[in-house]
């Protein structure tokens, strides 16, 4: 296969705020496989909580540069099991992952959906976020979106009256991520003023590794909770179904689509609820994780939609949340920039 990486730096329509961090940009890798004449393209963005950076997973995938010059793609399970061996962040896994199972589906002619023998004729509406900010500023983001499914993003001490004040001027249905900022406590209080207010459930509300407070929570909130920071990789799963209602997937810090639908297929059999989320990132990565849709119950694909310029062309989300997918196979990706 021939491999071409290059980073991109994605500005987005707003800051985006969380309770650790705020950004008005972000950026990625894009990797490119080509092979018999189709290209597979995949993303992953750089995110210094995690310590990955660009400048680090050029550096991973160019070490393993001159063996994808001589491998030629039978399947992305058996270049998985390859790259397996190799020393490759989650991260650099996810891009080289999402770019051969493009390629993969191209080859074939067909969506990874239905490579993987699923349709999706019912699938969940992605959340569109609201990113952490003044009040009024939040009202301001989500009056400019009109969107059935917000994710509200929180941290501070006044987070039940930001709820309170957007549920003025929207019936939509919310869900709220703490980031980790809640202690256990005020989850549970939180949960109680929130649950009238509209809220489907609470994400990620205690420190990942903070399991005793999570012990609590998930015997006494009245509001469902789903891991995020808590769910990593696929040896969480397990531990989750412990201390909280679902997970949220990130093909990023799995590893990519592999091990998220092993992760998946996990979640089900403990009986969890199941959420795949992104990044901001562009439509190279929303568009992996939009062959997933029929496999959820939750979706947060927005990355794109947050974005000043999409780089690239994929799968497309309407107004309505509706979700168009290209004709041709794989993610259906091609790059615009």
Not at 251 to 266: E, Q
Request: glycine share 8%; charged share 25%; hydrophobic share 40%.
């Amino acid at each position: 296969m021939e491999l071409q990486i290059r980073a991109y730096d994605l500005k987005l329509k707003h800051s985006f705020g969380i309770s650790r961090e705020r950004y008005d940009h972000q950026e990625c890798l894009i990797v490119s496989l080509a092979q018999d004449g189709k290209t597979g393209y995949g993303e992953a963005a750089a995110k210094p909580y995690y310590g990955i950076t660009i400048a680090g997973m050029k550096r991973e995938i160019e070490a393993v540069r001159a063996h994808i010059s001589t491998y030629k793609l039978q399947s992305p399970e058996a270049f998985y099991q390859w790259m397996d061996q190799q020393e490759l962040s989650n991260f650099s896994k996810c891009a080289l992952d999402q770019a051969a199972h493009d390629l993969y589906g191209k080859l074939m002619g067909k969506p990874l959906y239905e490579i993987w023998g699923t349709e999706p004729l019912n699938y969940p509406v992605t959340n569109y976020t609201i990113g952490l900010d003044s009040i009024e500023k939040m009202r301001s983001k989500m009056l400019e979106k009109p969107w059935p499914v917000y994710k509200i993003k929180l941290g501070t001490t006044e987070d039940v009256s930001i709820i309170r004040e957007l549920r003025n001027h929207t019936d939509a249905v919310f869900r709220v991520d703490a980031n980790c900022a809640w202690t256990a406590r005020e989850t549970i209080e939180n949960a109680i003023a929130l649950k009238p207010l509209g809220v489907e459930f609470i994400e990620q509300p205690l420190a990942a590794d903070n399991w005793q407070g999570m012990e609590q929570v998930i015997h006494q909130s009245v509001l469902p909770v789903i891991a995020d920071e808590s769910c990593i990789r696929e040896e969480d799963v397990d531990k989750c179904a412990l201390h909280f209602n679902g997970i949220n997937i990130k093909l990023t810090k799995c590893g990519g689509l592999i091990p998220a639908r092993r992760m998946i297929s996990r979640a089900r059999e403990l009986g969890l609820k199941v959420m795949v989320g992104c990044m901001t990132e562009s439509s190279v990565g929303i568009s992996a994780i939009a062959q997933l849709l029929p496999e959820l119950d939750y979706v947060d694909m927005d990355g794109a939609m947050l974005l000043r310029e999409d780089i690239a062309r994929g799968v497309e989300i309407g107004q309505d949340g509706k979700v168009f997918f290209p004709a041709t196979g794989g993610s259906g990706v091609s790059l615009l920039l």
